[in-house]
């Protein structure tokens, strides 16, 4: 059964601590993203994977950091730089960077106390 | 600089009825354009696309509608079903090089039975 997996669900962090978001895929994917959203606002982009070991950032990237050592893996980390950390997280992947599709995960609420 | 925009934040339609979702853009240079839908919690799910060079593409009760000129889409669906109540989310990409996808706001539609 093929899909994308976030987790925990719901993480909580006291601020000033970083925190680690998984995502793993099985879909065999090259490409892998990292979206943000907040309320009443659209899904925007913190970074970007076209294959492994290889990363760009998106248009939210400061205070985060990815690393991406094997093609299912793309972990997140939320560092004390980011300035307003809490949101719901969500990671996607496509076939490759051209591919037009992005499929989802289910999302990470983060939640700094 | 917003560019997608969905100016409804929400829409309610009787169970049956047409509802239509509208999102506009201002990057002629988009070549390709999505719909996504999402429940509370969860991840987008892709629903429908079109291509820049096309001006329709439907999928059973989906319809996309794309207007060049006016840089507007929209989608239809016919007939409504409150199974459909959910956040629909346009997007556009913006380069094939990069895979980016940006979001509109997201519009909240109701289907009331």
């Known amino acids: 059964d093929g899909g994308i997996t976030q987790s925990p669900k719901y993480l909580f962090r006291k601020e000033g601590q970083n925190v680690t978001l998984s995502c793993e895929q099985n879909?065999?994917?090259?490409?892998m993203y990292w979206y943000r959203q907040d309320p009443g606002q659209g899904l925007r982009l913190i970074y970007y994977?076209?294959?492994?070991?290889?990363?760009q950032k998106g248009d939210i990237a400061e205070g985060y950091s990815v690393s991406r050592e094997k093609k299912e893996s793309f972990p997140l980390t939320v560092t004390s730089a980011q300035k307003n950390p809490t949101a719901f997280y969500l990671c996607?992947?496509?076939?490759?960077?051209?591919?037009?599709?992005?499929?989802f995960g289910p999302g990470t609420r983060l939640t700094v106390l | 600089d917003q560019q997608v925009k969905q100016n409804s934040p929400s829409l309610s339609v009787q169970e049956g009825r047409i509802s239509i979702l509208n999102c506009d853009y201002t990057n002629s240079m988009f070549d390709y354009f999505l719909w996504y839908k999402k429940y509370p919690a969860e991840g987008p799910t892709f629903l429908i696309s079109?291509?820049?060079?096309?001006d329709k593409n439907e999928d059973g009760r989906f319809t996309v509608f794309l207007n060049k000129s006016a840089k507007h889409l929209s989608l239809h669906i016919v007939p409504s079903q409150p199974g459909d109540s959910a956040v629909y989310f346009c997007?556009?990409?913006?380069?094939?090089?990069?895979?980016?996808?940006?979001f509109g706001q997201g519009t909240t539609l109701q289907v009331k039975p």
């Open positions: 994977s076209q294959i492994v070991n290889d990363f």
């Open positions: 079109i291509s820049s060079i096309k």
């Open positions: 997007a556009a990409r913006g380069s094939s090089n990069t895979g980016k996808l940006i």
């Open positions: 996607a992947s496509s076939i490759g960077i051209s591919h037009k599709v992005q499929f």
């Open positions: 879909l065999n994917h090259d490409a």
